[in-house]
Every structure is written in C-alpha cells, then in structure tokens.
C-alpha cells in the first residue's frame, strides 16, 4: 500500500512540471489546463481572500495580481519550495480563507514576520496530477516579492478543535460536473472538507491531541482532534464504513528541515502534546496538512504489541501475514524479527500463508520466479527463533505476471507444521494449470493441491492467483485458498474534489471475489461441512462490495465481524485503522477464535505494514 516514489522527489517534480491555471470548462472534471491565457486582465490591488474565493477553485485563476499583501507565516525550503502569506485583517466571510501558499520553486528569501507585497500568477495546482482526483490548491506562482517590513507579529491562529470540525464530512458532488465539489460554494460550518479547504494556507494550531497514524518513512504523523470519533482502545480511530471517514484527522509535518530537528517517533495512542501551530497545506499524501511552524512534543502511552494465545491441542491454528515483498536481499534482522513475531506474537500457527513472498532475486529483474531460498532463509530463522520446522507449499508465477513490484513476482506461499498437520500433494500445480473440485458427495478434494484457481480468468490479470491446498489435521480434510486481491491503486483518496470519491480499483476485486467464492461454493455443494477458510490480503473493507460477493450465497462469513468494531482493522492508513487483511470460513466452520494481532500498523518501526489475522477452531 506504501508509495513506490520518494514523496520528497515526487512532489518537486510533479509540481515544477504541472503548475497551471484552472480553465472554466475543465472545472467539472478537476483539469488543469496549460498557462492561462495570456490575454487575461491584470487584477491590482486585490486580497488574500479574494484570491482564494468562496469555492475550491479561484475567481482569479489564470490573472496576474500586483500588490497582494500579508505577513509571512511559514517557509518551505525543502520539497515544494515556498512560502505562507496571510493576510491580517480579515474579510467577514466563514468561506474565504485568509492565507495563501506562495510557489517559489527555489529556497525563499524571505523569513517569518515579514510584511511582503506580492505580484503574480494565481494558478491552481493538482497535488499527484490531472488523474488523481484529488483538490487543487490555491497559489500564487511566478512571484515577484518585496519586503515591507520585518519581525512583524504572525496573525493569530485559527484553533481546530473538536468543537470546530463539523461532524458532517463532504457535501454530495454536483452530479452536473459529474460529481465534483469544486464548484459548490463552501459551507465551513456543516461541512469538514469545506471547513479545512476554509483555512487552506491559513496559520491554524492545534492543543493536545492524540496520534492515530504512527511516524512514517516521510516524517510525518496523523493526529485526531476529536478524542471520541470512532475510537478504539489502543488509541486508533476506526475507519468503519465508507461514511465513517473520520473528521477529526489531521496530518502533521514539520517546516523545519530534518537534519536541524529529527522528526519525533510516535506511535498511534501516543499524544502530541503542547501546541502544534503553522499553515494548513494541502498535498498528494493526505490531503490537508498542518505544515508545523512550531511543532509540539511526542507523550509516548507505551503501545505495546499484541501476542494471540496459543491453540489448544485439538484447536488448528490458521493465520495470514502480509511480509511485505520479502526477499533474500533483505537484511537478516528483518527475516529474524518477522520469524520472531510467528513465534512469539502468533504462537507458532499450524498453517501460515504468507503473501509477498518475493522470488530468489528479489526486484531484480532478470526473469528469476523460484523463491526456494527466501522462504528457506524465513523458515530458517524461524527455527531459529524458536519455532517449528516450517515445511512449505507454493506455485511459482510466470515472470512479471502477477503484477507488484517488477522482477520480484511476489506470489502467496503456505508454511505448515508437519508434525502437527499434513499436506495433501496432487501433482500438476503449475503457473497456469487450474485447480478444480471433485469427488463424490460428503468427500470433495481438488484436482490439484497446491493449485491456483482460475489463473486463466482475466480477473487475476497482473494479480496474484489464489493459491489453494489441502491439509489434514486430526484426520479431517482442510481446505485453504491463499489470497492477494488486487491493490486500490488507481483510487481516489478521501479527500477528492469527486464526492464520494471514484474507487475504480474495486472492479477488479469485484471480480476476483467471485472467482473465489463461486470455487469455495463447487467445495460445498459436494461436501456440505467442508472445512474451507479464504485468508489473506484482500485489499478491502469488511463492509465493502468485495467482502459482500466473497460471502455471497452464504458460501463464506467474514471472521473479523466477529470482533468488536473497535478491534477490525489490519492496516492503518492516513490515520484510520481499517481492514485489509481477512480469513473468512466456510459454514462447516461451526466455532472459532478470531484475532487479529497488531504488531505493526499502529507503529512507527514495522517489520511490515500488515498486522497478520489468526483464526482457531477444532475441524
């Protein structure tokens, strides 16, 4: 689910190559056009808050402006280069936002206090491009900047509160401009979307608030300023429905360059405390940012990492972690704390299905697809740690067929205990060789084990196949598929001038969804209490359209529904813990323990981005 592209270089890049007016006729779609046209009138004179208008989308976009005055509020000397200016004295509209993000493109020469006056090009720019979806941002580009005065004093700041946030988050889109807000006037008072893009560029601050995204990679973190919204009891606020988008997140970074001031490590649950204050930005990696001129302290709250209880003797225990692209290339102690964490926080499950498991040479792409000696290197280091002397059980993929990262065809890959269950071996599982029911009624077993089903299904172009096999456990036949749905690559974020948002990445899910539970209905109409348990990566909600046609027909249940909703989640994403990652059971699947077991999404040092999902029952 991580980018793929150093956020840092992607937003320098995309923003010096896509700079551009906003054209009237584009607005429905959310377009950037070419440089406006150069026969629009010079606007002199004119205010921060005439600029950024009553709507998302400037009055004046594509006009040159003179004489555009403010203090400045905030520098930006790394990434997006520029600066904040905000106007002190203030119009009486709730809608217009005060502040402004000025484009510089190299290292400002201004400083925080001053008083500046500004020529320039209004233009609005589309943070992750045309395709994204994702709102444009005011800014004045091309300027010309004089210094008035300095060490004047910042504008007071905007406090967002809990009592400030309206609960409501977007307004429907226009179904005439295709479902864009970009057009509706903004009603800051009954809307979040309208109440932040309301203080777009403008000097905000935030009290004490609790973390819900942990410390990632890029420096910064997710807060919540509503301490009750859709809390859970580790700290994290639960993305529950597609209407439970969850108001109160904030992501905050920080202006100052990391080599004078490391960015503090904080773990969901933790609170950032004190004041945390600067202008609110709007980026490609979620949407409106608090830009921390003066950043608050990390209160570390001592989350700790969950360990599932050990299966009973007669109690098979099934789990599914994603490993995240694992190859032998990877250092030791990755290997060694992923093998640790099956020890000790998954109590050494009987059947493990791993998904991402990279090939032999990892993201070199040199047509390797065996993955023998990473999954060696893994069940190695299990042993290693303490655990059982995993045996294994894959197909390998045709080369860069399975899509994720080039070269390293990942592929889902079942590890078992063997001395305490089976695998059932029926040879023919290849690449491209499908796997099918037969048997005779109250006895099904597949044709191949293991196999993966429909692999000539377009649904599973560029994507992981499901792998299925059989085990048996105290006599009695067990029926595993091993999966990797499509990813949501492709998908509007929350925060897309679309509302709601364009999710197009579901199609594909859609699809594999019914590959998947039409295969699991063939088991059941032979043999009617047949063991069968769907794991792994589906990419989506438990709520969404794909988990409804995995259960379709009463062929599956989705176990993490048998959590309290405070407890489903697999995977923390802009601040909201949500499921990805599911086991599902068949109905012969009388009574389970369902657990998913959070060692990594809620931290800021992961051994992957998955938390894995175990499940035990007695066959």
Known sequence: MSSSIPRSAGRTVARSAAVSAVVASALAAGLLAGSSSAAAEDAAGVRVHDIQGTTRVSPLVGKQVTGVTGIVTGVRTYGSRGFWIQDPEADANPATSEGLFVFTSSVPTVAVGDAVSLSGT?????????????????????????????????????????????????????????????????????????????????????????????????????????????????????????ESQNTGRLQIQSLTPLAQQPFPKAN????????????????????????????????????????????????LAVATYNVENLDPSDPQEKFDALAKAVVDNLASPDILALEEIQDNTGAKNDGTVAADQTVKKFTDAIVAAGGPAYAWRSVDPENNKDGGEPGGNIRQVFLFNPERVSFTDRAGGDATTATAVTGRKGDAALTVSPGRI??????????????????????????????????????????????????????????????????????????????????????????SGTTQALTDGGALYPAVKSLPRGERYSYVYQGNSQVLDQILTSPGVHHFEYDSVHINAEFADQDSDHDPQVLRFRP
């Not at 608030?209 to 700290?235: F, I, M, Q």
């Not at 949407?287 to 599932?308: H, I, S």
């Not at 456990?473 to 499509?486: E, L, P, Q, S």
Request: aromatic share 8%; charged share 20%.
């Open 122 to 242: 209004v233009t609005e720019y589309v943070p992750g491009g045309l395709n994204s979806g994702n709102q444009s941002l005011t800014q004045l580009s091309k300027p010309v900047v004089t210094v008035l005065s300095q060490g004047n004093a910042v504008p007071a700041p905007v406090t967002i509160s809990a009592w400030s946030v309206p609960d409501a988050y977007a307004p429907e889109g226009d179904p005439a401009a295709g479902g864009s807000v970009n057009g509706l006037t903004l009603d800051p008072e009954t809307y979040a979307l309208d109440y932040y893009e309301s203080l777009e560029g403008t000097n905000v601050r935030i009290g004490s608030s609790r973390v819900v995204g942990a410390t990632d990679p890029y420096a910064e973190l997710w807060v919540t300023v509503k301490p009750w919204e859709n809390a859970n009891r580790r700290g994290g606020t639960v993305y529950g429905s597609y």
């Open 268 to 315: 969901v649950g933790d609170r950032l405390t004190g004041t945390t204050e600067g202008p609110l930005d709007f980026n490609q990696f979620g949407g409106y940012t608090l830009t921390a001129r003066t950043l608050g302290t990390v209160v570390d709250r001592g989350l700790e990492r969950e360990t599932t209880d050990r299966q009973h003797r007669n109690e």
């Open 454 to 543: 429909d692999p000539a299904n377009t649904a599973w172009e560029s994507s992981r196949k499901p792998l299925a096999g059989e085990f048996v456990f105290r006599g009695r036949t067990v029926f595993v598929i091993a999966n990797h749905f499509g990813s949501k690559g492709g998908d509007e974020s929350l925060v897309s001038h679309h509302q709601p948002p364009n999710r197009s990445s579901e199609a594909k899910r859609l699809l594999q969804a019914q590959a998947v539970n039409a295969f699991v209905k063939d088991i059941v109409a032979l043999e009617k209490q047949a063991d069968v348990l769907v794991v792994g990566d589906i990419n989506d909600f438990e709520f």
